[in-house]
């Protein structure tokens, strides 16, 4: 009964590879988002659908691309891994109004290597 | 970008005692969240307090907002060593979007 869950945990990866990460979420929420952690715990967020629709596309290379096939469903897809991409990814999900509390997943710990 | 400052960094207590962290923020706010983060997990919500709220309880937790300081407090009474984690505050300004803190990093000690 997980409500926002995301697949890989745990990745590691070399330089140059291209990987996706894939969430779901079964609370209903209208609104999703990608967030990167770094090892310094700051939190970022990179993007943010509402209803499939993107709405928040923050400074992110061009190599992170976001897809919602469904209001259920944002998966991050990532083009030539950097060394710099290692981090930690949150998915997560809200309901309406805007602004209030977020359900985040457990995040996927990337590593380039 | 980083708008909510938490303080201290870290902190490091004994159980039982009260742990008290502190949050300022830049710009005016529509809310401001509390969230923990446990070693190698996710984030989870706390407290959601609004800009026109002084002070809001939940159990253990005390959450305060001085909008005149743009500044809030989390306290967490009687701590418990399963209250170890990392504190985060996140701040909800005219355009919804969270800005987050960079966290307390709290250890309770048996």
């Known amino acids: 009964d997980t409500a926002v869950s995301q697949t890989p945990k745990y990745l590691v990866t070399q330089m140059g590879n291209d990987k996706s990460i894939k969430c779901e979420q079964n609370?209903?929420?209208?609104?999703m988002y990608w967030y990167k952690q770094d090892s310094k715990k700051f939190l970022k967020i990179m993007f943010s659908?509402?209803?499939?629709?993107?709405?928040i596309n923050e400074t992110v290379p061009n190599r992170f691309s976001p897809k919602s096939p469904d209001k259920a469903h944002l998966n991050l897809h990532i083009n030539s891994l950097e060394l710099g991409d290692s981090a930690v990814y949150f998915c997560a999900s809200s309901p309406p109004p805007r602004g209030d509390t977020i359900y985040f997943g457990e995040g996927s710990w990337l590593t380039v290597v | 970008s980083q708008q909510g400052e938490e303080d201290p960094q870290a902190l490091s207590i004994q159980e039982g005692e009260n742990a008290t962290m502190n949050c300022s923020y830049k710009t005016s706010i529509n809310n401001l969240q509390w969230y923990r983060q446990n070693s190698g997990r996710g984030l989870v919500h706390l407290i959601l307090?609004?800009?026109n709220e002084r002070e809001k309880h939940s159990g253990r937790l005390r959450v305060t907002l001085d909008t005149s300081k743009k500044s809030s407090s989390l306290l967490i009474t009687a701590s418990r060593a399963a209250d170890t984690a990392s504190y985060f505050c996140?701040?909800?300004?005219?355009?919804?979007?969270?800005?987050w803190g960079a966290g307390t990093k709290l250890i309770i000690k048996p």
């Open positions: 609370l209903g929420h209208d609104t």
């Open positions: 996140a701040t909800a300004g005219s355009n919804y979007q969270l800005i």
């Open positions: 659908y509402n209803n499939k629709e993107l709405i």
């Open positions: 307090i609004r800009s």
